[in-house]
């Protein structure tokens, strides 16, 4: 599968240092490198885009007010000289952000985030095998996940996890006895975890409805943690809860 790239910069070298690391991966496919937000605003309206690599500041519309006018932007890696964004960044669930001057190794690393974030959201039923028509009905999501940290694998069960939390370029992953760091973002975990038990109440957290032993207001208490559920969630939060029985 080729991946389709979009590269926006108002500065000529660093669009053609992007558009030089792109090439190099024989998976991506650079469609256009342009010097505005406008100029890309425009292409997304008319093209398929998979990852959108995007500096921040420019002068007609910076990439985060590209993203909060795009209905639908496509998976984009911020690219700028400017650390201070990362938080509003994140924000936005960018996948990745990356800070001038941007090594390979760091946009490769950038690049296979965003893919395995596109691969996960195009299977044909996220967590599922498929089924065949008529078939009889049988359980087959496992109830486990595999977690990549300190260059070890481990094996995560999804009743374990308590909450999940931001964590600029990683999240992290809180269990009763543990916490663990993993090079993620949070919008690839509200993907990947089952929507059944898992809802996200601020932009920072994603909590398991099966360990919250109590909300109060806009506060969400699990085991000895204590979270906020922001404005913009707390109705759709609200409704899932309702949907597990509240009397």
């Not at 997304?44 to 932007?73: A, C, N």
């Not at 496509?74 to 650390?83: G, K, N, Q, R």
């Not at 009743?159 to 939390?165: G, K, S, T």
């Not at 999240?171 to 809802?199: G, R």
Request: some cysteine.
């Amino acid at each position: 599968m080729k991946y389709k790239v979009l590269i926006v910069d108002d500065e000529e070298p660093a669009r053609d240092l992007l558009r030089i690391y792109a090439e190099k991966l024989e998976e991506l496919e650079v469609l256009d490198t342009l010097s505005s937000a406008i100029a890309a605003k425009k292409v997304l309206s008319q093209e398929k885009v998979d990852i959108l690599l995007t500096d921040i500041q420019m002068d007609d519309l910076t990439g985060i007010e590209l993203l909060q006018v795009l209905k639908h932007p496509p998976t984009t890696i911020f690219t700028t000289a400017y650390s201070e964004y990362a938080l509003e960044g994140y924000a936005l669930d960018v996948v990745d952000y990356l800070v001038k001057p941007i090594s390979f190794q760091r946009f490769c690393q950038a690049i296979d985030k965003a893919k395995e974030l596109i691969d996960y959201k195009n299977l044909p039923n996220p967590g599922n095998e498929q089924k065949t028509p008529g078939a009889a009905t049988t359980e087959v999501t496992p109830d486990y996940f595999f977690v990549k940290t300190n260059r070890k694998i481990l094996r995560l069960n999804y009743a374990d996890l308590l909450f999940v939390e931001s964590y600029g370029e990683y999240v992290k992953l809180y269990t009763k006895d543990d916490i663990i760091l993993a090079l993620q973002t949070t919008s690839f975990m509200e993907e990947m975890l089952p929507s059944s038990d898992f809802v996200r109440i601020h932009r920072s957290h994603i909590v398991n409805l099966g360990h919250i032993r109590e909300i109060d207001g806009n506060e969400v208490y699990l085991d000895e943690y204590r979270l906020l559920v922001s404005k913009r969630m707390k109705e759709g939060f609200l409704a899932r809860i309702r949907e597990k029985g509240m009397i």
